[in-house]
């Protein structure tokens, strides 16, 4: 039985290493162009060489997306951004389109290509074409099911890699191709620029009643007729290894830390767990699905895994992402005093009582009993995100642990999901 390599998104130098201490195998990130996630943070060239020092220095592989579906006029920096890859020594680059897939080969052989999704592989021939091509690795399209993905992981080379996602944000176009965004916007959500229009509501216009909008009633449960459920397969870990994929891939570049930290924690002790007894997996599911349920989500579903979708796996009714926990911020050095170094993302004070979130799974509620400005000065509370700040607790916690806060309110509006490309 072949244990799965965890794959998990990170957004900035700050989310990678969160990825890396909480249990990540790899992790993708984006660089400043060329990537499907123009919107999240992404990596400067220094930042790159940074997070996969660190990542090798963990174990940990990355990969780096170059997954636009480019035009002419792209090709020419495409082609500097793959030799500047190639001196940052990734240990792969995800790529959709072909004509940056050949580049790649010429410029990086070193370096492996994996398939994006966003090349829509749906059958075992496809996957052939990429082997022969020279791909590593092909990422499954999401509209497969594993009875699909087993046919084909049974008809492509022992060598040929499989990715597929197992948690995260749906997409409602096929394998991420979608034009709502450009159609509305301008922006086209092939070079990295979606808008996300598919969380917006929607109504009807009849031709010949202008200005008169009617509401759009699915099943009288509301009008966000494209706003899919979550993904999240942590009750089908047996099934999915069952599959024989190679790699487990989270969804997410445009994420918190927390949202890393949660995610990369649970499957990691999920999959481990699974792999040491199932039973032991059996008995802490009730943990797996009380952790999973504290980063942002918006409901969940199976996907396509089990058969295709039917309306349960949509909400029509709102664009809601339930949130039970804020972030906070990551612990990063401890002064002599005991204080956590950190810099702070929102508002909470002295007094309030917080929790410390441990990579091992361990969560440690915590009493805030002092706070200090970068001078040293006293500080009641931080208002200003992204503040310096160093913060004295009930128990002292350690370099990279989480910050996080149980929220008054369990749900908020958000209009930024990530269809994980």
Known sequence: MKKPELLIPASSLEVLKTAVMFGA????IGGDAFGLRAKAKNFSPEEMKEGIEFAHAHGVKVH???NILAHNYDLDGVEKYLHELKELKPDALIIADPGIFMKARRICPEIDIHVSTQANNTNYETYNFWYELGAKRVVAARELSLREIKEITSKIPDDLEMECFIHGAMCISYSGR???????TGRDA???ACTHPC???YAVVEEKRPGEYLPVYENERGTYIFNSKDLCMIEHIPEMVDADIDSFKIEGRMKTALYVATVARTYRKAIDDYFESEDKYRENMPWYLDQISKCTYRQFTTGFYFGKPSDETQIYDNNTYV??????GIVGDI???????FEQRNKFSVGDEIEIMKPDGTDVKVKVEAMYAEDGTPVESCPHSKQTLFVKLSETPERYDVLRVKAKEATEEINTPDCGI
């Open 335 to 341: 002064d002599e005093r005991g204080c956590a170094k």
């Open 64 to 66: 780096v997306t170059v």
């Open 25 to 28: 195998d790899a992790v993708f």
């Open 323 to 328: 949130n039970e926990y804020i972030y906070l």
């Open 178 to 184: 979608c034009l709502l965004s450009n159609y509305f």
């Open 199 to 201: 969380r917006w509501k």
């Open 190 to 192: 092939n070079k990295g």
